[in-house]
């Protein structure tokens, strides 16, 4: 059973720009908090972005704040993630994945073990 499920990912110049999306199946977004993580080949798992489910608050890595920005449609029960001036230490597969709670989206609660349901992630490839 597929609950989220994203698209968008790619191969992109460094500098370039992608978006990347979350769409749930059967699953409703809105009720939770998502999350977007990355893992690189021979590194572990990290938190990328974050958006609650109360006020829409966002929480960003240091490694891409400035760069990415997370939004939710709940109209089309879909998360973004939009990724500009990517770098090539950009690329990894990034999962989206939804949490129970707000209080995992946070700086210091922003964890992979934290999430409950994760999708089967997209490649992002940044190179020239």
């Known amino acids: 059973q597929v609950l989220l499920v994203e698209s968008g990912g790619g191969l992109a110049q460094p500098g370039g720009s992608l978006r990347l999306s979350c769409a749930g199946s059967?699953?409703?977004?809105?009720?939770?908090?998502i999350a977007w993580f990355r893992q690189a080949p021979g590194k572990e798992r990290e938190g990328v972005s974050c958006?609650?489910?109360?006020?829409?608050?966002?929480y960003y890595a240091d490694s891409v704040k400035g760069r990415f920005t997370i939004s939710r449609d709940n109209a089309k029960n879909t998360v973004y993630l939009q990724m500009n001036s990517l770098k090539p230490e950009d690329t990894a597969v990034y999962y989206c994945?939804?949490?129970?709670?707000?209080?995992?989206?946070?700086?210091?609660?922003?964890?992979?073990?934290?999430?409950?349901?994760w999708g089967q992630g997209t490649q992002v490839t940044v190179s020239s």
């Open positions: 994945a939804a949490a129970y709670i707000d209080y995992y989206c946070s700086p210091h609660e922003f964890k992979s073990t934290s999430y409950n349901y």
């Open positions: 059967s699953f409703t977004l809105n009720y939770y908090p």
């Open positions: 958006i609650s489910v109360n006020d829409n608050n966002t």
